[in-house]
């Protein structure tokens, strides 16, 4: 497998994925923050939620909807694609972050059977 490989996989189309062990900490971490500013009707409450959240774990701030979506069930890139569009991610969005999560450990590829 040549390096570039290594850092940008190529998954089958089928190829779904899942939360980590660690990833559903992680999740769970922006629920309870997303949750804690809920009440708070402060312009840009949400941004600086999530802003917060991702300085704590050293991820970007958009991550929280990619885990998300993931957290309810195994999903394949062309369907994380489409739960994402409204947010305005393209294929590419959704391929980056999914790749940039995976090298995290915060999601991981479904074996395949």
């Known amino acids: 497998m040549r390096d570039d490989e290594t850092r940008n996989p190529r998954w089958a189309r089928s190829q779904r994925f899942t939360l980590s062990a660690y990833g559903r900490t992680v999740t769970a971490a922006y629920r309870s923050g997303i949750a804690a500013m809920g009440n708070h009707s402060e312009r840009g ?7 917060s959240w991702a300085e704590m774990f050293e991820l970007r701030p958009e991550d929280g909807m990619y885990l998300m979506e993931v957290a309810s069930k195994s999903v394949t890139l062309s369907e994380l694609g489409e739960a ?28 395949r059977a």
């Open 45 to 51: 409450g949400f941004e600086k939620a999530c802003a």
């Open 84 to 111: 994402l569009a409204v947010c305005s991610q393209s294929r590419a969005d959704v391929e980056r972050c999914v790749q940039r999560l995976c090298a995290a450990g915060l999601v991981t590829p479904v074996p």
